[in-house]
Antibody, heavy 118, light 110 residues
């Protein structure tokens, strides 16, 4: 059974860079059948798509976050990661990593709350 | 990109059928069959309920069904049950090779 687990600091200071890692177990992150994504959800609000990385290494980001976001893969560790720079309080959210099977998200991590505060 | 439009809330009585709409544009919902629906209970990760407009993953009740007409997709819950009370989100692939979620719908029992 595929499992995804987010990890990283739960508290980030304003203007700093948020860094999260998603560890995939029970399957290979290198499979060409899937791609991998990050989604976030501010407290009490809806889901927001952050971006996706494909098997080819190509990345696609939400236009509203594109200037601040980087997603990359470490195949040797079966992990993929998110970096979001210059964070503000508006970036406080539960961050989810997930697997895309074709155009839908079939496996999700449990989510991790990241709070931006000094 | 703009979020897909969903009603903020929908209520239903047990046994009733309820439908949630998800309206986008020809650049997302109307242009692709990559529309999916997710159920989210409080404090939990979203769960895939429908993919490719109308397909149901293994293990999802056949009370859940999906459809699409033009730029609007719909999720129908037949025989509504108390356990179906949750937030529901649609999502679509877009012409920009990105994805977009709907605004979300809170489904409650009357």
């Amino acid at each position: 059974q595929l499992q995804l687990q987010e990890s990283g600091p739960g508290l980030v200071k304003p203007s700093e860079t948020l860094s999260l890692t998603c560890t995939v177990s029970g399957g290979s992150i290198s499979s060409s059948n899937y791609h991998w994504g990050w989604i976030r959800q501010p407290p009490g609000k809806g889901l927001e798509w952050i971006g996706t990385i494909y098997y080819s290494g190509n990345t696609y980001y939400n236009p509203s976050l594109k200037s601040r976001v980087t997603i990359f893969v470490d195949t040797s560790k079966n992990q993929f990661s998110l970096k979001l720079s210059s964070v503000t309080a508006a970036d406080t959210a539960v961050y989810y990593c997930a697997r895309y099977s074709s155009g839908y998200l079939d496996y999700w991590g449990q989510g991790t709350l990241v709070t931006v505060s000094s | 990109q703009s979020a897909l439009t969903q009603p903020a809330s929908v209520s239903g009585s047990p046994g009733q059928s309820i439908t949630i709409s998800c309206t986008g544009t020809s650049s997302d919902v109307g242009g692709y069959n990559s529309v999916s629906w997710y159920q989210q209970h409080p404090g939990k990760a979203p769960k895939l309920m429908i993919y490719d407009v109308s397909k149901r993953p293994s293990g999802v009740s056949n009370r859940f069904s999906g459809s699409k007409s033009g730029n609007t997709a719909s999720l129908t819950i037949s025989g509504f049950q108390a356990e179906d009370e949750a937030d529901y989100y649609c999502s679509s692939y877009t012409s920009s090779i990105t994805y977009v979620f709907g605004t979300g719908t809170k489904v409650t029992v009357l």
